[in-house]
């Protein structure tokens, strides 16, 4: 079940307790693949490595600093930018009760929107 590469790590163990937490991880992949335009993880077995040796590459400094220069293009309030990168970022904790909610990944979206002038939005 899902992508390779983008699945949870739950997915990965068989935990018959995943939740939509699995799939705020795959739009952590995808937001990092987005924002940088490189793949967060190669394959499942990149996923599983980062899940048990916690974190061994340091892709969560990555992401946190990908996703914080990308929004040096948005005009925030400091605590804004700190609550929306905090909230990015954890979509890739390990653990699926340490990734945000649904509703504030949406105001998180919601505020970044809001941000970008009416004539440049597609």
């Not at 899902?2 to 705020?24: A, C, H, M, V, W």
């Not at 974190?55 to 609550?83: C, N, S």
């Not at 954890?90 to 009416?118: C, M, V, Y």
Request: net charge negative.
């Amino acid at each position: 079940m899902g992508t390779p590469g983008y699945r949870g790590p739950e997915l990965l163990t068989g935990d018959p307790t995943f939740s939509n937490k699995s799939d705020i991880w795959g739009l952590g992949c995808i937001i990092f693949e987005l924002v940088t335009g490189v793949a967060l993880f190669e394959s499942d077995y990149t996923v599983f490595e980062y899940a048990h040796a916690r974190d061994p590459k340091g892709l969560l400094a990555r992401f946190q600093d990908a996703i914080v220069q990308y929004l040096t293009g948005f005009t925030l309030l400091d605590a804004d930018r700190e609550w929306i990168v905090a909230r990015l970022v954890s979509t890739i904790s390990i653990e699926q009760t340490d990734r945000p909610p649904a509703s504030e990944l949406k105001g998180a979206f919601f505020t970044l929107l809001a941000l970008i002038p009416s004539n440049q939005r597609r």
